[in-house]
């Protein structure tokens, strides 16, 4: 019986810890999200910049020539 007590009296506790492991993974989340999207709008950009001026094959010769 004494098992069962310590149980449902330490249940918040863990449950309250757990909501803010929760957050800490949500706010980390939102955090990688953000910068994806930053990362995914710089390359976009840098894209757009050799195809409008007509690097394409400089471009492609480049990544033969350094593989990522």
């Known amino acids: 019986m004494s098992t069962e007590t310590t149980n449902n009296t330490e249940l918040p506790n863990f449950v309250k810890q757990q909501c803010k492991v929760i957050d800490n993974l949500q706010q980390r989340v939102n ?4 910068d994806f999207e930053i990362e995914k709008n710089c390359k976009n950009k840098v894209y757009f910049f050799i195809l409008e001026k007509g690097y394409f094959d400089e471009y492609v010769e480049f990544n033969k020539k350094n593989p990522i």
């Open 31 to 34: 955090q990688l999200n953000k």
